[in-house]
Nanobody
């Protein structure tokens, strides 16, 4: 079994910062890409940022220059540093990872989500 557990969400004023963490645990052979998605009420889930095992990053246009994704492969953990937060960043943030529980298979796993609320 593989689990992704997020932490670090909360309430912040516009212009503030938050750092989300997501740790993968369980039977893990290796981890490919990891990323963060978000879903606001009434909206579809959208990609925020992702990062390959080699450290190549990709960001949604709406967060470029404000958010930074990083990972610690030794800890099976991915982070999302969010600066200059805006009310429109308010959403449930989900961690995801393409994880190999054995050398011959891989699956997409999701965390339970963490609420980020940005007050204006």
């Amino acid at each position: 079994q593989v689990q992704l557990v997020e932490s670090g969400g909360g309430l912040v004023q516009a212009g503030g910062s938050l750092r989300l963490s997501c740790a993968a645990s369980g039977t893990i052979y290796s981890i490919n890409a990891m990323g963060w998605y978000r879903q606001a009420p009434g909206n579809q889930r959208e990609l925020v940022a992702d990062i390959t095992s080699g450290g190549t990053t990709n960001y949604a246009d709406s967060v470029k220059g404000r958010f930074t994704i990083s990972r610690d492969n030794a800890k099976n953990t991915v982070y999302l540093q969010m600066n200059s937060l805006k009310p429109e960043d308010t959403a449930v943030y989900y961690c995801t990872g393409n994880i190999k529980p054995t050398w011959y298979e891989h699956y997409d796993y999701w965390g339970q989500g963490t609420q980020v609320t940005v007050a204006s």
